[in-house]
Each structure stands twice: as C-alpha cells, then as structure tokens.
C-alpha cells in the first residue's frame, strides 16, 4: 500500500513535444505529491508539487496533473528541450504518524530529449 | 559551500573493509536523511533523523551504522559489506522531520568488490 508505481521507465521525446509521465498510488492518506528532477552526478531536486485540493498545478512549461478518484498523477513537460533529459522521480507523502509520513518515491523515468 | 554536500563521492571498499560516507548540510534543518538509489529501483529511506535523535529506520541491515553528532552533520558507518549493498547513497535534509520538500546531496557511490 505504501507503493508508487511509475511508468513509462524511459522516455525518447523529440525537442519542442511534450513529455508525460505518469504515476499511480494505493495509500489513500496520501496528501502530498512531488516530482523529482535528477541530473547525472547529482542529487534529485524538487521540481513541482501538489497537493489533492487541486486538479492541476502549472509552473512554466512543467504541469502536475492529479486525479484524485483514480489516484493517479502526471507530469507534463511542454515545448521538451535537451536540457531536460534527466531521470524524473514522483513521489508521495501523508501527514500522518508512521512510514506514510516520509516521502515514498517511484522508480524513476529517464527522460531523453533529441535535438 | 551552499546546500547538501557529502563526502567522498565515490568510494571503493572490500567486504572486510570499515569506511565512513560524511554529509554536512549549510541549509539550518533539522532532520537529515540517509537514502539508498539501485538503479530502476525507487529511492530507499533508510534513516531519518530529527533534531539528533534517530526517528526512523527502515530495517536497515546492522552493517549499516548512522551517527547524527549535531544537527549539521550526518555519517553512515560501513562494515562487512556486501557486493549488493553497491548504489549511490544520498544524504538529504529538511527544515522538519516529516517536512515535504527534502534538499538533496550528490551522493557517495559505492562499490563493493
């Protein structure tokens, strides 16, 4: 239950499409949904979050979709640039007591964006 | 130096050998976390502390040690390690224990022969 099922594992986007990833959740207590954006050598950084009040988060030409009845969210990245290849992380997290409270990630997407 | 910084970032160790991962964070948190990254496999937690104290532990192996002196600094103590054991290891902190946004290191990636 406290899963977070990420796919696709990979991803070959032309520059200027768009890119979506996609992940889906069993935890019912969770509350807060982050990406995570990882270049090679370095630590994964925040990318964009929301939480289950909203439907849809925009930040630049980065997206979250959430779909609370189907508990599944999304990440779509518009206008996809080289510059954006690198492996992408959801994640989820409760505010509750216990393990659900820390952040639980999925697997990863490598995201490769040709020129 | 700014943000989350771990020290060495690679590292080679037998299975009889004793070695240390440092991770120091610039950033005022509180809590810092120890994370464990396979390849296609998703980020494992394997200790979060707050304030110094040790407020979780994910049935980490006893090979693996932490050791949180101040709030600044988080080491991870390696003894009779496994070849399975070889991934990147992240360290990462957060203003609170249970906090949403995590600040990331590099990570110390870890063979073991």
């Known amino acids: 239950q406290q899963q977070v099922k990420q796919s696709p594992q990979s991803l070959i986007v032309q520059k200027g499409g768009i890119s979506i990833i996609n992940c889906a959740y069993e935890?019912?207590?969770?509350?807060?949904f982050p990406w995570y954006q990882q270049f090679p050598g370095k630590g994964p950084a925040l990318l964009i979050a929301?939480?289950?009040?909203?439907s849809e988060k925009k930040e630049g030409r980065f997206t979250i979709s959430f779909n609370k009845s189907a508990k599944q969210f999304s990440l779509h990245i518009m206008d996809s640039q080289p510059g954006d290849s690198a492996t992408y992380f959801c994640?989820?997290?409760?505010?509750?007591?216990?393990?659900?409270?820390?952040?639980?990630f999925g697997s990863g997407t490598q995201l490769t964006v040709l020129p | 130096e700014t943000g989350v910084t771990q020290t060495p970032r690679h590292l080679v160790m037998g299975m009889t050998n004793k070695k240390s991962l440092k991770c120091e964070q610039h950033?005022?948190?509180?809590?810092m976390y120890w994370y464990k990254q396979s390849a296609k496999k998703p980020l494992e937690l394997m200790f979060v502390?707050?304030?110094?104290?040790?407020?979780e532990n994910n049935s980490v192996p006893s090979r693996f040690s932490p050791e949180c002196p101040n709030s600044s600094h988080l080491f991870l103590h390696l003894h009779t390690l496994q070849p399975e054991d070889s991934a990147l290891y992240l360290c990462?902190?957060?203003?609170?224990?249970?906090?949403?946004?995590?600040?990331f290191g590099p990570g110390t990636r870890l063979l073991v022969l």
């Open positions: 935890n019912t207590a969770f509350d807060y």
């Open positions: 990462a902190s957060s203003q609170g224990g249970s906090q949403e946004t995590q600040y």
């Open positions: 994640a989820a997290k409760a505010h509750l007591s216990g393990s659900a409270r820390q952040l639980t």
């Open positions: 950033l005022g948190h509180n809590a």
């Open positions: 929301i939480r289950p009040d909203v």
């Open positions: 502390y707050n304030f110094k104290e040790q407020t």
